[in-house]
T-cell receptor, first 112, second 114 residues
Framework: QQQVKQSPQSLIVQKGGISIINCAYE??????FPWYQQFPGKGPALLIA?????SEKKEGRFTISFNKSAKQFSLHIMDSQPGDSATYFC???????????FGTGTRLLVSP | GAVVSQHPSWVICKSGTSVKIECRSL??????MFWYRQFPKQSLMLMAT?????????EQGVEKDKFLINHASLTLSTLTVTSAHPEDSSFYIC??????????FGSGTRLTVV
């Protein structure tokens, strides 16, 4: 119940295309859902996050879509660029528990 | 924005020696710090959680005598890998949270034990 399932494991998108990464969870106590971007040899960096009281959040080219009833959320990267090539992790946490539960990660490659 | 500084970024040590990794919150007080281990092409695995002034809480399967964690102040936590062996080689990452500050990660430390 503490797992966050992430798919796909890897993704190749052409420059200018839309990258879509999906995550699903079971624990209804989760109330904060961040996405992290990690480049090789670096720590994860917060990209965008959402709480379950909204269905969508957009920041620049990055959008989170959240479906509370389906317990799913996804990251959309519009106009994908080669510089977006990285590993993306979804995560979830429940208030008062502190521990982030990470998805398994998606390696994104944006071809020029 | 919040910054967490982690040092060193990489370290090579001989088998049997100890290595200390530092994690500092530069512009906020970190009430809680987390230490993760990450194997190649895998997700982050939480090793332990530490609150300032308290003993760290280790995840199941993590040897507390091998991975010593100290959170002596609101801005500094250290992870010491004692009697390191080649199987301890990995990428170690710290993270910190504080009042008004969400999860901020350090840049990671690549440990290679030879």
């Amino acid at each position: 119940q503490q797992q966050v399932k992430q798919s796909p494991q890897s993704l190749i998108v052409q420059k200018g295309g839309i990258s879509i990464i999906n995550c699903a969870y079971e624990n209804t106590a989760f109330d904060y859902f961040p996405w992290y971007q990690q480049f090789p040899g670096k720590g994860p960096a917060l990209l965008i996050a959402i709480r379950p009281d909204v269905s969508e959040k957009k920041e620049g080219r990055f959008t989170i879509s959240f479906n509370k009833s389906a317990k799913q959320f996804s990251l959309h990267i519009m106009d994908s660029q080669p510089g977006d090539s990285a590993t993306y992790f979804c995560a979830a946490v429940a208030s008062g528990f502190q521990k982030l539960v990470f998805g398994t990660g998606t390696r994104l490659l944006v071809s020029p | 924005g919040a910054v967490v500084s982690q040092h060193p970024s990489w370290v090579i040590c001989k088998s049997g020696t100890s290595v200390k990794i530092e994690c500092r919150s530069l512009d906020f007080q970190a009430t809680t710090m987390f230490w993760y281990r990450q194997f190649p092409k895998q997700s982050l695995m939480l090793m332990a959680t530490s609150n300032e002034g308290s003993k760290a809480t280790y995840e199941q399967g993590v040897e507390k005598d091998k991975f010593l964690i100290n959170h002596a102040s609101l801005t500094l936590s250290t992870l010491t890998v004692t009697s390191a062996h080649p199987e301890d080689s990995s990428f170690y990452i710290c993270s910190a949270i504080g009042t008004g500050y969400g999860y901020t990660f350090g840049s990671g430390t690549r440990l290679t034990v030879v």
